[in-house]
């Protein structure tokens, strides 16, 4: 996306929040937290590559924006590589509308930011710089064909369900009117892509 902001990263917010590793807890209270954690992770890894969990607390207008920014530019980068390596005519079309639209949300997002004054800043769980890379380590080493253009679009209706979250969290959370317009606007736009995704996912399925 330059760009009027989005989504992305799956079935959840694009930002893991952040969880205690696999000690045990020493009281009931600690044990109680370990207990969600786990059952937290779990749920993660049923759920191919997307993360589960918003980001932990609330967000500010700066961790918004940031959030928003990454989003967009990884999805705009990865419909760049899949407009030129997709086989399927309906995969190069979404991935081009992908290029368009998510560089018109980040466009806007940016002026925005620039005309409030606000200065990016992502949220201490901001997990959206690994999830992005790792849909381009995904990209890069799928070869070319009909695997490539199913794991695309696997990819892009994980990143735009987690994107469609961060956007209902972010409006929540943001305290500037025109920043919560500017979401409210967006969210039609990543419902449309992740619907068009989803029909994709499911006639490439057929294909198979």
Known sequence: M???????VPGAALALALVAGGCKARNEMASARDTTTTGAVAATDT???????A?????TDANIVALLDEANKADSAAGAA????ATSPGVKNFARMMMSDH???????????KKLNITPAP??????????QQ?????????????????YIDQEVAVHQAVKDLLTQAKDAAENDQLKDLISKAQPVIQKHLDQAEALQKQLGAKA
Do not use: V
């Open 123 to 132: 949220p201490a769980s901001d997990s959206l710089a690994s999830l992005a």
């Open 47 to 53: 759920t191919a590559n997307a993360p589960s969990n």
């Open 103 to 113: 560089h018109a949300l980040r466009h806007q997002g940016q002026e925005l930011a």
């Open 82 to 85: 899949a407009a030129a390596k």
């Open 135 to 151: 849909e381009t380590s995904t990209l890069q080493s799928t070869p070319k064909g009909a695997q490539f253009d199913r794991a």
């Open 55 to 59: 980001p932990s607390g609330k967000l």
């Open 2 to 8: 330059d760009t009027r902001f989005l989504k992305g």
